[in-house]
């Protein structure tokens, strides 16, 4: 085991997360509880210094040498908009450029952010899978920001919607750097009940913890669902095919994967061995390693942007587990069994340490603590196990995921996985995105404004022959085969949904921002004999780094003109018939593409009525970016 002092202080971060003019929100990882004071350099005006004690930070060990540190800073004095803020963050004296030089762009001395007055553009994307083949889609942000110096030129906010790791599907050595990381920092191990394995130090050792992690479930007939469901390599051989035989478990394994796909500095402390495969699981290893070590090189770069834009994040599905929550009968057999209930339980308090934390702090505050209370006393390096059960049931239970920017045009964040409404006559069939309930505070929260943005993971108005094919194979009962979980799958949402974007005093102009399908697209949406509005734009961007199988996409798109033509009959048979869908043309597609397949981000540019002017897919393989384009 490492010595602390063998270790560098920050292990990951800064992360900026919500910026306001009063109050900056920042994330740091670091190998030891450090005191740090936070320097901001306005322009035309004086340096503004905080020490950054309780009062500001909250720290919550997750290893020995791990502590999480989520800095809250309230400021009397309201910061400027529209200009670059320098800032520093010093420990013992010692500065970003010193720790973190990586951070920095060309000959700047320091990181900086913007706070803008209103949301004129922003960058959006989702599906970042580390051992994917496609290059990496935020290096596409970091060049931007690279080449955009002037403060209007910068975008108000990254937003990533859904899969910013994937806890479900991880290549063999990102799982060997994943336990190499948990020895060198001390995270913490915890007891497991319902596995073949006693606690999280057999599992690592374990010989089918690498490619067969179904073994080390109880080998009884009653769990045959549950090991198909959490580890079994679920095939969807009408979409993708899925690889869950290396299914993050302990909680310490989720934190390890978020150090390591947000910072460069946590692979300079480990040297991972091989471990002992089979000759065919060797060969996938060796290919897995080709793409990780691809993916490693870019780190510096996604830290920088990290370090420079105020990133926003919500979960959604490879976040926590694949078809999270997708029907009642797949909550009835992940939540009645100890060992699934705290895969999902420790994947979901990762999930709010590393990222739901700061997209609004108010909301955690009992849960922060019940967590520092749960690491600060550890026997053995062991999490007590009835405390941990504890957090994780509270954990499962909260509702408050999804949050509001009051910003222009404003910002809606959905939460689509925790609050779903569940279908009343089959447990089979697909829940709907969002309860009644929650339609309705939505609802509330859109009234009188004249623009929104609404940040839904899955998109609302989707390719309708993809949502045909999910139908069918929800009918004849196998919807886990094609991620049959989109926003027109259930009635009961469908129909509300579609009358919120019909009432008369939610917004004239709406912007929805998706991602989760592995493919990009842009539809503009009208209400059929209303020309007062609202007009809508259902924007997808998918994925930072993950694509759609290439010729399956094709024929996807070619049938989906061909089926669901504006004349076509199969129109009235959707719930979307009372919309006219008129798709955006990519401007570097073949004759007749309406979708885009390259791994990348997407970026938006708003005028001053919140409706898109510019809107552009950035290729993170070099290509020049893709304008999406109204038809003429």
């Given amino acids: 085991m490492s010595q602390p002092d063998t270790l560098p202080d920050v292990l990951a971060g800064p992360l900026l997360r919500r910026l306001e003019p009063q109050r900056l929100t920042l994330w740091i990882a670091a190998s030891r509880a450090v005191e740090m004071t936070l320097r901001l350099y306005v322009p035309q005006g004086p340096t503004r210094t905080v020490d950054l004690g309780a009062e500001h930070c909250q720290i919550i060990a997750v290893g020995r040498h791990t502590y999480l540190h989520l800095i809250d800073v309230a400021l009397s004095d309201a910061l400027p908009q529209d200009v670059a803020i320098a800032y520093d963050l010093l420990i013992d004296g010692v500065g970003i450029a010193e720790w973190a030089p990586h951070l920095l762009y060309s000959d700047a001395r320091l990181p900086n952010f913007v706070l803008h007055s209103r949301i004129h553009q922003l960058v959006h994307g989702s599906c970042r899978k580390p051992h994917h083949r496609a290059d990496e889609g935020l290096l596409c942000v970091d060049r931007l920001l690279a080449a955009a110096p002037a403060p209007a030129e910068r975008p108000a906010l990254l937003m990533m919607s859904g899969d910013q790791i994937y806890a479900d599907d991880v290549a063999g050595p990102m799982l060997r750097a994943i336990h190499g990381l948990i020895a060198r920092l001390g995270l913490f191990d ?66 390890a994967m978020y150090l390591l796909v947000w910072s460069p500095t946590p692979w300079t402390l480990i040297t991972p061995e091989l471990p002992h495969l089979k000759a065919d699981e060797l060969e996938r290893y060796a290919l897995e390693q080709v793409q990780v070590d691809r993916f490693r090189e870019g780190l510096p770069g996604v830290a920088r942007v990290f370090a420079h834009l105020s990133t926003l994040m919500i979960f959604d599905d490879h976040d926590i587990t694949d078809d999270w929550n997708l029907s009642a009968q797949w909550e009835q057999t992940a939540y009645g069994h100890p060992f699934s209930k705290r895969i999902i339980g420790n994947a979901l308090l990762a999930y709010l340490l590393c990222q739901g934390w700061g997209n609004q702090p108010d909301v955690f505050g009992e849960l922060i603590g019940q967590t520092q209370a749960l690491t600060s006393h550890t026997q053995s390096n062991h999490l007590n196990a009835t405390a941990q059960d504890e957090l994780l049931q509270t954990l499962l239970k909260f509702q408050h995921w999804h949050y509001v920017l009051p910003t222009t045009p404003a910002l809606v964040v959905l939460d689509t996985r925790t609050r779903r409404w569940r279908s009343e006559f089959t447990l089979k069939q697909p829940s709907g995105l969002l309860d009644w309930e929650a339609l309705s505070e939505l609802q509330q929260e859109l009234l009188d404004h004249p623009s929104a943005i609404i940040v839904s993971p899955a998109p609302i108005f989707g390719v309708k022959l993809i949502e045909t094919v999910q139908k069918v194979f929800s009918w004849c009962g196998f919807p886990l085969l094609v991620d049959a979980e989109n926003w027109m799958a259930h009635r009961g949402a469908a129909q509300v949904i579609l009358n919120i974007f019909r009432h008369s005093r939610t917004p004239g102009n709406y912007v929805i921002l998706s991602g989760d399908v592995h493919y990009s697209f842009v539809y503009e949406v009208l209400i059929r004999h209303r020309n007062a509005g609202p007009r809508i734009w259902q924007i997808t961007s998918s994925g930072i780094k993950n694509e759609f199988p290439p010729r399956l996409l094709e024929w996807f798109d070619r049938l989906n003109r061909w089926l669901y033509s504006p004349r076509s009959p199969l129109n009235w048979f959707t719930r979307r018939r009372p919309m006219q869908v008129v798709p955006h043309i990519p401007e570097h597609a073949e004759a007749g593409e309406r979708l885009w397949n390259s791994a990348g981000m997407g970026q938006v540019f708003f005028n001053e009525q919140g409706q898109p002017e510019k809107i552009y897919q950035h290729n993170a393989d070099g290509r020049p970016s893709t304008r999406m384009v109204a038809p003429k």
Avoid at 201 to 210: K, M, N, P, Q, T
Avoid at 228 to 253: C, M, Q, W, Y
């Fill in 190 to 255: 915890e007891y497991l009940e319902g596995a073949v394995v006693d606690d999280s130090v057999s599992l690592y050792g374990h010989r089918a913890s690498y490619y067969h992690r179904a073994d080390l479930l109880p080998a009884l007939d009653s769990n045959e669902t549950l090991r198909e469901r959490f580890f079994g390599g679920v095939k969807k051989p009408i979409f993708t095919s899925s690889t869950a035989d290396n299914h993050l478990v302990t909680f310490a394994e989720v934190i």
